[in-house]
C-alpha cells in the first residue's frame, strides 16, 4: 500500500519545499536524496534521510534513519538512530539504541542504550551506559562501556 506523502509547508514556503515530505499522521519526515540542508533540524517523529543528503546542521528527533553516504555536520540528539553505511557525523547523542552500519566516519557517540558498530567504521570516541558491539574490524579511539563484544564472522 503506497502513502501519499505531503509536503512540508512549516518550514519554510517556496526556499526548500522539494526537500521535504511530511505525513502528519505518522509523525514521519523524509528528506529527499541528495538534498543539502544548511539550518537546524527538529521534528517531533522520525526522520528519514534518502542516500547522499547532506546536514551542516543539527538534527533533533525521537527516530533518525540516516541513508547511505549521508553528512551531518552538526549535533545529533534523538532517542534511536541508525546511520547508513558510509555516512560521516560529527557527534551522536542518544536516549537509547544506535546502530553504525558499514564503512562510516564520526567522532563522538554517547548513548544510554547499546551501541552496535559494523566493519570498517573509524569512531574516536564511543560512550555507552549499555553495551557495545563490534561486529568485524573497526577504529576507535576510545570505548567505555557496561559491556564490550567483540565478533568477526567468515
Known amino acids: 500500500m503506497r502513502v501519499e506523502l505531503k509536503r512540508i509547508s512549516e518550514i519554510e514556503e517556496g526556499k526548500d519545499r522539494r526537500k521535504y515530505l511530511i ?76 546502530l553504525i552500519l558499514d564503512g562510516c566516519k564520526g567522532g563522538v557517540v554517547r548513548s544510554e542504550g547499546d551501541v552496535r558498530i559494523r566493519e570498517k567504521s573509524v569512531i574516536n570516541v564511543v560512550e555507552s551506559n549499555g553495551h557495545v558491539i563490534f561486529d568485524g574490524e573497526s577504529k576507535v579511539g576510545k570505548v567505555s562501556g557496561r559491556k564490550l563484544f567483540a565478533s568477526k564472522n567468515y
Open 23 to 98: 505525513d502528519k499522521s505518522k509523525r514521519l519526515l523524509v528528506v529527499r536524496k541528495g538534498s543539502v540542508v544548511d539550518r537546524h533540524l527538529r521534528f517531533d517523529g522520525k526522520i528519514v534521510a534518502g542516500m547522499n543528503s547532506s546536514f551542516w546542521g543539527n538534527l533533533e528527533a525521537e527516530e533518525i534513519y540516516l541513508g547511505k553516504g549521508c553528512y551531518v555536520g552538526g549535533k545529533i540528539v534523538c532517542s534511536k538512530i541508525v546511520v547508513g553505511p558510509y555516512s560521516e557525523f560529527a557527534y551522536i547523542q542518544s536516549e537509547g539504541d544506535v
